[in-house]
């Protein structure tokens, strides 16, 4: 298994622009969530979804987007990107979400420089 | 969410053990204490968890007090690869987990 993947790696944005991170897993998981982390701090929970077509926001989600057609993947959208939103973003997933021994698998994230 | 306390930072030397403590007074009855790692430049990883009893894994063990109103995670030979920043996090059914900013380990050689 591949684990958790995300794409790109790192990326530069201009403010204003838009994109999307692909994240993506492949061990069946229905729980996926979207975190950011700023220099010296812990993630922050941006959104999070229990399920294909089931989202709900986090604790930061204010200029993002995301959705969940597929099991597998939960991409992220940035739609006007501004330099507040420079951080590095980790998706992670687990089994349901639900109960609370569950571990989360975390990708090795993208980091994302907005200028 | 329920929180966790941590120290900012902690030194240790090269196979030596470490002992990382966590306070969560205001834990719950159905909290579980988890603990992920994150090394540099990398995402966490899970480390242990536990809900009332002291637990062992390969990688380290957990200690939780009696009342569990704290934890310590417990290296018993620290590496040089085990430097990384070690989050204690409480989950409860169908909650988020909340990271704080976790403890600074570092390893001297």
């Known amino acids: 298994n591949a684990g958790v993947t995300q794409t790109p790696k790192f990326q530069v944005l201009k403010t204003g622009q838009s994109m999307t991170l692909q994240c993506a897993q492949d061990?069946?998981?229905?729980?996926m969530s979207w975190y950011r982390q700023d220099p010296g701090m812990g993630l922050r929970l941006i959104h999070y979804?229990?399920?294909?077509?089931?989202?709900d926001q986090g604790e930061v989600p204010n200029g993002y987007n995301v959705s969940r057609s597929t099991t597998e993947d939960f991409p992220l959208r940035l739609l006007s990107a501004a330099p507040s939103q420079t951080s590095v973003y980790f998706c992670?997933?687990?089994?349901?979400?639900?109960?609370?021994?569950?571990?989360?698998?975390f990708g090795p994230g993208t980091r994302l420089l907005v200028l | 969410d329920a929180k966790t306390t941590q120290p900012n930072s902690m030194e240790s030397n090269e196979e030596e053990p470490v002992h990382l403590p966590c306070n969560h007074s205001?834990?719950?009855?159905?909290?579980?204490i988890h603990w992920y790692r994150q090394l540099p430049s990398q995402g966490p990883e899970y480390v242990i968890h536990?809900?009332?009893s002291n637990v062992n894994n390969r990688m380290a063990s957990l200690a939780i007090a009696e009342d569990r109103k704290s934890s310590t995670l417990i290296l018993h030979r620290a590496t040089l690869r085990d430097a990384a920043v070690y989050y204690c996090?409480?989950?409860?059914?169908?909650?988020?987990?909340?990271f704080g900013p976790g403890t600074r380990l570092s390893v001297l050689p």
């Open positions: 992670a997933s687990s089994y349901s979400g639900t109960h609370s021994a569950e571990t989360q698998y």
């Open positions: 205001t834990i719950s009855g159905t909290d579980y």
């Open positions: 536990g809900l009332t």
């Open positions: 996090i409480l989950s409860n059914y169908g909650q988020n987990f909340v």
């Open positions: 979804s229990v399920g294909a077509g089931i989202t």
């Open positions: 061990m069946n998981h229905e729980y």
